[in-house]
């Protein structure tokens, strides 16, 4: 873990080709992407009830247009983006990026938390994403023709489950249509809304950010719950930082400059441009933006964008959850690769089922994306306001910057993220609720797995026997040493094993080879081949061996033993058998955990993937010896 934290550019990232300017509008914009399906009409809905006014109209667009340039622009494009953890971005990523500038134990675990929060909050706005999106965007049919309207939820939720359906095959199948797809969205929705400011140019004074202050000023409290709906424009906008170890920050930043914020803004333009002559299209401004003819062409495009968006999202969820196991914040859970040559391309059938039903039970809740937009903002928000707290440490212990340019840039983006924050927080009886207990719900289990994992490693190290004094007495013990190779895993490198203490009990003897064997995970997303394996020899026949791995990475522990033939020490697999111990959680006499935490945490542990097929270890050569541990 040492090293500069800081690089401008994953030194792997793709060369911004055109090819990989596609993949990043399909892959990182497609959840801000379809945005102006429904954030202008939230936005504006607050004011619909005595007709739209022009006043109105310039000023949201200009909030909204605004919102665009400081929070997407100025925080993430041109900040964020270069706080990357060796190449890597994400809320986790951060998190571990700004563990590593500090030594105090309380300030590790405050950054911990503040990125555990964050990370909860996204899975809440992974269940949100695929509903609102879906749902908006075939709500278009009802502008077809009010035919429509009852086939609406179902057509939405067999769309949905489609999308979950196939997660288990991958995006390589579907991945070389997204970026196209999107490019031709963007392109669409910016010619609509083109053509209606041309008609009505006037709607360009929503430029100057004097409308949206003018606004703020002379609508007071209106305009601040109508400011949570605004917020609709910018979801999305921390996948610019999560994606960014797959594409580098140049191209993101490039395709958000140049092609994806003109498309928006001039879509979010077009529709208060026709909102301006017509207020009565309040009622779905995007479509009604459209031609007749084009309209039911536009659905269709509408959905595959959302579908694409979806993916992003699920993809996303994914990969956060991987890193949640990694660093020790959740138990165990199923890992799939879908992709024999891509390391981040994974399926977690667990995860997807549960998303599949959450976003299930939203559409058929909340029945609509306006009932729904009032649910979205809260989540993202929270996770915006983690992400910067995040980076203020980071920028000012590893970047060097001075506490006052610290406070100068970052306050007034703090700030605009908790007035984000407390304007959707009104909402929260109107659905804003939904993603805080979800998001508190998962806090709850993240904490409680480490707390637990950490009362159970320091037993397991207060009764354990020190691993160096145990192998060198080990020559007078006169134990017998029989053919073959025993694999110890341990979670305590400097300890002796429980179940080795437990087979030299029950069996009386020991292999001629013998391996401990810790995984470590470090606060970098991957490790490289020269620092995987660390062998240390401790007496005859007898090693200790740290395997490294990144918290963006997936164990693999048979492939890397094969690597030790590399440095000199005799393996044969067919040879080999892998020791785990099972513990066995009891509560002490005197307990460190809560009688509820305690039973949360058991239930988690036994409901957590074996470690075999975790770490891949085949289950015929796994012999695993139970242990009763009091905490």
């Given at each position: 873990m040492s090293g500069s934290p800081i690089?401008?550019?994953?030194p792997a990232a793709p060369a911004a080709g055109t090819a990989s300017l596609l993949a990043v509008l399909g892959v990182v914009y497609g959840d801000i992407g379809t945005s102006p399906l429904y954030a202008l009409k939230a936005s504006l809905a607050h004011f619909a009830g005595d007709g739209i006014d022009e006043r109105e109209v310039l000023g949201i667009l200009s909030m909204l247009f605004w919102s665009l340039i400081l929070v997407v622009t100025v925080k993430?494009?041109?900040?964020?983006?270069?706080?990357?953890?060796?190449?890597?971005?994400?809320?986790?990523?951060?998190?571990?990026?700004?563990?590593?500038?500090?030594?105090?134990?309380?300030?590790?675990?405050?950054?911990?938390?503040v990125g555990m929060t964050g990370a909860a909050l996204f899975f809440g706005d992974g269940i949100i994403t695929p509903a609102i999106s879906v749902l908006s965007a075939i709500e278009g049919l009802k502008v077809v023709s009010p035919a429509f309207d009852g086939a609406i939820l179902p057509l939405s939720a067999a769309i949905i489950v489609g999308i979950f359906l196939v997660q288990y095959r991958g995006t390589d199948a579907v991945g070389a249509v997204f970026g196209?797809?999107?490019?031709?969205?963007?392109?669409?929705?910016?010619?609509?809304?083109?053509?209606?400011?041309?008609?009505?140019?006037?709607?360009?004074?929503?430029?100057?950010?004097?409308?949206?202050?003018?606004?703020?000023?002379?609508?007071?409290?209106?305009?601040?719950?109508?400011?949570?709906?605004?917020?609709?424009?910018?979801?999305?906008?921390?996948?610019?930082y999560a994606d960014m170890g797959h594409f580098g920050r140049r191209p993101i930043a490039r395709m958000w400059t140049w092609f994806v914020l003109p498309s928006l803004a001039l879509n979010y333009f077009g529709q208060g441009a026709l909102l301006l002559g017509q207020p009565e299209a309040i009622e779905n401004p995007f479509y009604l933006l459209a031609p007749e003819w084009m309209r039911l062409p536009l659905v269709f495009l509408a959905a595959a964008a959302t579908i694409i968006a979806s993916q992003a999202v699920i993809s996303g969820a994914f990969s956060l959850a991987r890193q949640c196991i990694q660093l020790g914040f959740l138990p165990r859970l199923s890992v799939r690769h879908t992709s024999g040559s891509e390391e981040g391309q994974i399926y977690m059938p667990q995860v997807n089922f549960a998303l599949m039903i959450g976003v299930l039970l939203l559409v058929f809740t909340f029945r609509s994306s306006d009932a729904l937009a009032a649910a979205y903002g809260i989540a993202v928000t929270s996770t915006f306001i983690c992400t910067t707290l995040l980076a203020i440490v980071v920028f000012r212990k590893a970047f060097g910057w001075s506490p006052a340019l610290v406070a100068a840039v970052f306050?007034?983006?703090?700030?605009?993220?908790?007035?984000?924050?407390?304007?959707?927080?009104?909402?929260?009886?109107?659905?804003?609720?939904?993603?805080?207990?979800?998001?508190?719900?998962?806090?709850?289990?993240?904490?409680?797995?480490?707390q637990g994992r950490e009362l159970l490693f320091s037993r397991l190290r207060a009764d354990g026997l020190p691993l160096r004094s145990f192998v060198a007495r080990l020559p007078q013990s006169r134990t017998t040493r029989v053919p073959g190779i025993a694999v110890f895993m341990t979670g305590q490198a400097d300890q002796v094993p429980n179940a080795l203490l437990h087979s030299l009990k029950?069996?009386?003897?020991?292999?001629?080879?013998?391996?401990?064997?810790?995984?470590?995970?470090?606060?970098?997303?991957?490790?490289?081949?020269?620092?995987?394996?660390?062998?240390?020899?401790?007496?005859?026949?007898?090693?200790?061996?740290?395997?490294?791995?990144?918290?963006?990475?997936?164990?693999?522990?048979?492939?890397e033993m094969e690597r030790l033939r590399e440095l000199g020490i005799p393996w044969d697999t067919m040879a080999a058998s892998y020791f785990l111990g099972r513990e066995v959680l009891v509560r002490a006499s005197v307990p460190k955990m809560s009688r509820w935490r305690q039973m949360l945490y058991g239930l988690m542990a036994r409901n957590a993937v074996p470690a075999t097929e975790f770490f891949c270890i085949p289950p015929d050569r796994v012999v695993e010896l139970g242990v009763r541990v009091a905490i």
């Open positions: 690089s401008a550019a994953h993430y494009v041109w900040l964020i983006l270069r706080a990357d953890n060796r190449g890597e971005g994400g809320i986790l990523a951060l998190t571990a990026l700004a563990q590593r500038q500090v030594t105090d134990t309380r300030a590790r675990w405050i950054i911990a938390l196209p797809v999107c490019a031709a969205w963007f392109l669409v929705i910016g010619l609509l809304g083109a053509a209606e400011i041309a008609s009505e140019p006037r709607v360009l004074f929503a430029l100057s950010p004097t409308y949206a202050v003018d606004f703020a000023l002379s609508h007071g409290l209106a305009a601040f719950v109508a400011f949570g709906s605004v917020f609709l424009a910018v979801t999305g906008a921390e996948a610019l306050a007034p983006l703090l700030a605009l993220d908790l007035l984000f924050f407390v304007s959707n927080a009104l909402k929260i009886r109107e659905g804003g609720w939904m993603p805080l207990v979800l998001g508190a719900a998962l806090l709850v289990m993240m904490t409680t797995w480490q029950h069996y009386k003897v020991l292999h001629e080879r013998v391996l401990f064997v810790t995984v470590l995970t470090e606060y970098e997303p991957e490790v490289g081949p020269e620092r995987r394996l660390e062998v240390e020899e401790l007496g005859a026949g007898i090693h200790r061996v740290a395997v490294r791995y990144g918290f963006g990475e997936s164990p693999n522990i048979p492939r």
